[in-house]
């Protein structure tokens, strides 16, 4: 719906390249983890037999690792709901009153990420949106690739879902047998993909949706709130 209230364009480019180096730290950070976890398989699989000691010897670092992350991906994620509010003021502050009412006013693009079983729909629907509305105003032929949204939210999803999952194994079932541990450990591994996906592709969509929405406000003589001259009382 459309909201009554007034927004302001703000250039999202500062907030989206500091989006950007968050978001590359996690990759680097799970890459880095991958490459351990495939460490492990290769040495259970060239083995006979690989005791507790040895495979959790070798996986430490990727543990230290993974804690690194969890930051990198805390800061990603409150990078991603600025983002989300910013981009999406900007559409609103751009076409206050569309012929189709706004999915969500940018406060609650906010909410939605947090909303139990919404949440597994509704922040690819904001993203489907900024992304079409945003492009459109350029005329970007790109503005039909809606699909792109669904695809980096649902796997980010699935990478939850997965990792929930696989640990919940791995603590249940950790080292009983090399095969249970050659099991949970491919299991681990397999659910950093989804969310490498995701993050190279919220990497593109943010970054794309800044760039047209700065050359549209450019193109507009639109200036950025933060440079707009102070009025007199």
């Known amino acids: 719906m459309t909201s009554p209230k007034t927004y302001h364009y703000v250039d999202p480019i500062p907030c989206?390249?500091?989006?950007q180096y968050a978001a590359g730290a996690c990759i680097i950070c799970i890459l880095i983890i991958l490459g351990y976890l495939v460490k492990g398989v290769y040495i259970l699989y060239t083995h006979n037999y690989t005791s507790y000691?040895?495979?959790?010897?070798?996986?430490?670092?990727a543990v230290s690792i993974e804690r690194?992350?969890?930051i990198t991906h805390i800061a990603t994620i409150l990078l991603v709901l600025?983002?989300?509010?910013?981009?999406?003021a900007n559409m609103h502050a751009f076409q206050p009153n569309p012929d189709e009412p706004y999915y969500a006013t940018p406060g609650e693009t906010i909410l939605d990420y947090f909303v139990p079983l919404f949440n597994f729909i509704h922040?690819?629907?904001?993203?489907?949106?900024?992304?079409t509305n945003s492009l459109q105003l350029t005329a970007d032929r790109r503005a039909n690739k809606r699909y792109l949204a669904f695809l980096w939210w649902w796997a980010f999803v699935a990478f939850a879902l997965l990792q929930l999952m696989a640990k919940r194994e791995m603590e249940q079932h950790w080292m009983n047998t090399p095969?249970?541990?050659k099991k949970h450990i491919i299991t681990l591994a397999l659910s950093y993909i989804p969310y490498?996906?995701?993050?190279?592709?919220?990497?593109?969509?943010t970054r794309t949706i800044s760039q047209t929405q700065k050359a549209y406000a450019a193109a507009n003589n639109i200036l950025s709130y933060a440079d707009t001259p102070a009025r007199d009382p």
């Open 16 to 19: 989206t390249r500091w989006l």
């Open 53 to 61: 000691v040895n495979l959790g010897y070798i996986l430490e670092p």
């Open 68 to 70: 690194i992350g969890q």
């Open 82 to 88: 600025i983002w989300t509010y910013r981009a999406s």
């Open 123 to 131: 922040p690819a629907l904001v993203m489907r949106e900024i992304w």
């Open 179 to 181: 095969e249970f541990a």
């Open 196 to 205: 490498l996906i995701s993050a190279c592709l919220m990497i593109y969509l």
